[in-house]
């Protein structure tokens, strides 16, 4: 027997402990072409709250019924094979089972993790969106400045850093409160935080959007001339709107004569890509030159109130249930 997480409920509002229940469910052995992993690490996201109330069109991943398995990318260990070519006992693999202690999935569903990383939990880091973020869409410059929006999440800590080990001449976040954005100057090394909405915001020449909305407006109102914008997120709409939009009104004539483009992330890297991102990633974080930000909170029945605390914004990186 294994345990996995369920939604019970849809939330009319923010999810909580109640709309989940935890349940004892039978493991089956593998079939060919299957492996059954046992999980030790997934991360849990305030986006998650998009996919409980509906989901959106063309979103890689599906609504999440009631009776259904939260999905997430998930880390763990192979503990039996169903027969064939493929991963053996004791590969470390990553799979979008979701919130399970353990999972049969087909191999090609599975991703191996090799030895890239010096610990298999960063593998669920916001890694390659931060990167491509920064590179592919901002195309950051030397010496420019960096503005990350929920500068304290999965994603915007590690942009930052990313951010100054790429070039960037200066490094700058929001927060939702000033607490918060002191620890971004003292724990993560931006330069400065700023409280939307309480402080004057710098200017920037690159902003990386976790928020949407009224942030996203107010920062575009101070963007340098030519400045570049990525659009990640849309925590705004994920937190205190339906979670399904994100709604914001633009000065199309301000962006047009400042130029100033914004460009939505939505990569994912082929093989190739993969395996030489991963390789730099690797030596950076062995070098410390980077450090994965992250909380980890213990058994799969916590993953319901982490959701909860991530939601509130109590934590700073990503948030990790360890198994």
Same mark, same amino acid.
């Given at each position: 027997?294994?345990?996995?997480?369920?939604?019970?409920?849809?939330?009319?509002?923010?999810?909580?402990?109640?709309?989940?229940?935890?349940?004892?469910?039978?493991?089956?052995?593998?079939?060919?072409?299957?492996?059954?992993?046992?999980?030790?690490?997934?991360?849990?996201?305030?986006?998650?709250?998009?996919?409980?109330?509906?989901?959106?069109?063309?979103?890689?991943?599906?609504?999440?019924?009631?009776?259904? /398995?939260?999905?997430?990318?998930?880390?763990?260990?192979?503990?039996?094979?169903?027969?064939?070519?493929?991963?053996?006992?004791?590969?470390?693999?990553?799979?979008?089972?979701?919130?399970?202690?353990?999972?049969?999935?087909?191999?090609?569903?599975?991703?191996?993790? $090799?030895?890239?990383?010096?610990?298999? /939990?960063?593998?669920?880091?916001?890694?390659?969106?931060?990167?491509?973020?920064?590179?592919?869409?901002?195309?950051?410059?030397?010496?420019?400045?960096?503005?990350?929006?929920?500068?304290?999440? $999965?994603?915007?800590?590690?942009?930052?850093?990313?951010?100054?080990?790429?070039?960037?001449?200066?490094?700058?976040?929001?927060?939702?409160?000033?607490?918060?954005?002191?620890?971004?100057?003292?724990?993560?090394?931006?330069?400065?935080?700023?409280?939307?909405?309480?402080?004057?915001?710098?200017? *920037?020449? /690159?902003?990386?959007?976790?928020?949407?909305? *009224?942030?996203?407006?107010?920062?575009?109102?101070?963007?340098?001339?030519?400045?570049?914008?990525?659009?990640?997120? *849309?925590?705004?709409?994920?937190?205190?709107?339906?979670?399904?939009?994100?709604?914001?009104?633009?000065?199309?004539?301000?962006?047009?004569?400042?130029?100033?483009?914004?460009?939505?992330?939505?990569?994912?890297?082929?093989?190739?890509?993969?395996?030489?991102?991963? %390789?730099?990633?690797?030596?950076?974080?062995?070098?410390?030159?980077?450090?994965?930000?992250?909380?980890?909170?213990? %058994?799969?029945?916590?993953?319901?109130?982490?959701?909860?605390?991530?939601?509130?914004?109590?934590?700073?990186?990503?948030?990790?249930?360890?198994?």
């Amino acid at each position: 027997m294994s345990r996995e997480v369920r939604l019970v409920a849809v939330p009319e509002g923010l999810p909580g402990p109640e709309h989940f229940e935890v349940v004892d469910v039978p493991v089956r052995e593998p079939g060919p072409g299957e492996v059954l992993v046992r999980n030790r690490y997934f991360p849990v996201s305030a986006r998650l709250r998009t996919l409980l109330v509906g989901g959106v069109e063309g979103a890689p991943l599906p609504p999440v019924r009631v009776g259904e /398995v939260p999905p997430s990318i998930t880390v763990g260990e192979v503990v039996a094979v169903g027969g064939g070519e493929g991963p053996g006992v004791g590969d470390w693999m990553s799979h979008w089972d979701g919130w399970r202690e353990e999972s049969v999935v087909p191999v090609d569903g599975c991703t191996p993790l $090799g030895d890239w990383l010096p610990d298999p /939990v960063a593998h669920l880091g916001s890694w390659w969106t931060s990167y491509v973020a920064l590179t592919r869409h901002a195309r950051l410059r030397s010496g420019e400045t960096v503005l990350v929006t929920a500068g304290a999440g $999965g994603v915007g800590s590690i942009v930052g850093p990313l951010a100054r080990l790429l070039g960037a001449g200066r490094v700058i976040a929001t927060a939702r409160t000033r607490e918060k954005a002191q620890r971004l100057v003292h724990e993560l090394g931006y330069d400065a935080a700023f409280v939307i909405g309480e402080e004057p915001v710098e200017a *920037a020449d /690159v902003i990386v959007d976790n928020v949407g909305g *009224a942030t996203l407006r107010a920062l575009l109102d101070v963007a340098k001339p030519g400045a570049r914008v990525a659009l990640v997120g *849309a925590l705004e709409g994920q937190l205190t709107g339906s979670g399904t939009t994100a709604p914001v009104e633009l000065d199309t004539f301000g962006l047009i004569l400042r130029g100033i483009s914004l460009h939505g992330v939505n990569n994912r890297p082929d093989q190739d890509e993969r395996d030489d991102w991963l %390789g730099r990633l690797g030596g950076w974080l062995r070098s410390g030159a980077l450090t994965f930000p992250h909380v980890r909170v213990s %058994g799969i029945d916590s993953a319901p109130r982490a959701l909860q605390e991530v939601i509130a914004g109590h934590h700073l990186g990503t948030v990790v249930v360890e198994l």
